[in-house]
Nanobody
Framework: QVQLVESGGGLVQAGGSLRLSCAAS????????MVWFRQAPGKERDFVAG????????YYAESVKGRAAISRDNAKNTVYLQMNSLKPEDTAVYFC???????????????WGQGTQVTVSS
């Protein structure tokens, strides 16, 4: 199956931007829908954004709509999440996941990266 490695997290001030990357290896990347979830301490793992195999369908959580942009480069086996106008409530560990279908529940995905920490200071 595919293996996923996230990068790009860090500490940023409120109002700033980050671009997260998720690099895939092992299987044909273009066979997978790709999603980003995030999990804050003591909270559930929440859907952030998802993109279908051909980028034909894209979904965002209401909490990030207008501030986030998901994209993928199938030639580079990488999916990206651009986050702008960051808020302290965006602080979480961000995970990417892969699956055959573009779904918004974390239980739908068996393949996950290790996560990258995003901390937004006020």
């Amino acid at each position: 199956q595919v293996q996923l490695v996230e990068s790009g997290g860090g500490l940023v001030q409120a109002g700033g931007s980050l671009r997260l990357s998720c690099a895939a290896s092992g299987r044909t990347f273009s066979n997978y829908a790709m999603v980003w979830f995030r999990q804050a301490p003591g909270k559930e793992r929440d859907f952030v954004a998802g993109i279908s195999r051909s980028s034909g369908s894209i979904y965002y959580a209401e909490s990030v709509k207008g501030r986030a942009a998901i994209s993928r480069d199938n030639a580079k086996n990488t999916v990206y999440l651009q986050m702008n106008s960051l808020k302290p409530e965006d602080t979480a560990v961000y995970f990417c996941a892969a699956g055959p279908l573009l779904l918004t529940t974390h239980q739908s995905y068996a393949v996950w990266g290790q996560g990258t920490q995003v901390t937004v200071s006020s």
